[in-house]
């Protein structure tokens, strides 16, 4: 048994470059399970231009949550509470005139509510010293709460009827903003001092704080930040399905930080890959979609539903990351 964790040891070191050939091995499975032909070179060409497409938006609010997910989980913390939170300020724009005045009334609301929402959640974490994990459980459940309060049992199609809105749910919309928060907040991320205070943060907190880092302030701005992007794929997720309901989103927060955790972040602080977490999402994406492919044609072969195998699956991901990912120094003993 400590050889297998030697062996994954040197995994971990390797992270990066064994998580491409898992996404091409999974490719390989689903693929065809999704509807990609191999019968001529045009068949192949139409059915994966199709399968990209589909697969690409309906990444696109995982990759944005990722982002911030990783910089949370580098501070040592966690963030249950996005599903709730991107339903809330879905919720808090549906209410909104779906005409022309919808961009400058229920956006820059929009906003300012995933902003507000992030900003208490580091409040309850930096400032009342609440666990990470006691305070967004508990946000959870007041975040879906209000959006219960707000919409009750109705189910809103306003983004259908807002001028332009949809264009953010296809693929040129996608790409823009996946561009913009991998691409260039990625990228100014990487780069920056503020990426290795957050490292060091994680690392130890402690000798952060000798080191002269303004913790409380750096974890308060790194939730507020995961509620901004809880704007972005708030907009992703309504623009491409066009309603929202008090229920919409549950289970999200188990997608994201699985996708971070398997993509090569500890969830105990110090190490962190936006490039990993990505390719994480696309790995989720991928099984998501041949699974529902699967139910759609094998719906009667299996005395239970397909779609559900991924939780199950899910689930394994969690545990079989996190166990990768542990530092090296916990492996003895």
Partial sequence: MRALTRVMRRFTSWHLLILPL?????????????????????????????????????????????????????????????GSMVALIAAMMATFDPGASFWWTAVPLGLLCGLGLGWFNGFLISRLDVPPIIATLGTLFLFRGLCEVRLGDQEFGTFYDVPGYAWFGGLSGSLLLIALVVALGGGWFFHSRLRRELLMLGGNRVAARYAGIPVFRRTTQVYTAMGGLAFVAAICFTARNGSVSATSFSGLELQVIVAVVLGGTRVEGGNGSIIGSVIGVLMITVLDEGLRSAEMFHADALPFKIQHLKYVLMGALLVIGVWINRPADNSSG
């Fill in 22 to 82: 898992l996404f091409v091995a999974e490719l390989a499975v689903f693929a065809p399970i999704s509807g990609v032909q191999f019968d001529s070179a045009e068949a192949f060409g139409r059915s994966s231009r199709y399968y990209a497409t589909d697969l690409i938006t309906h990444a696109a609010p995982l990759i944005v949550l990722v982002v911030g997910m990783t910089a949370v989980l580098m501070t040592g913390g966690i963030d249950l509470s996005i």
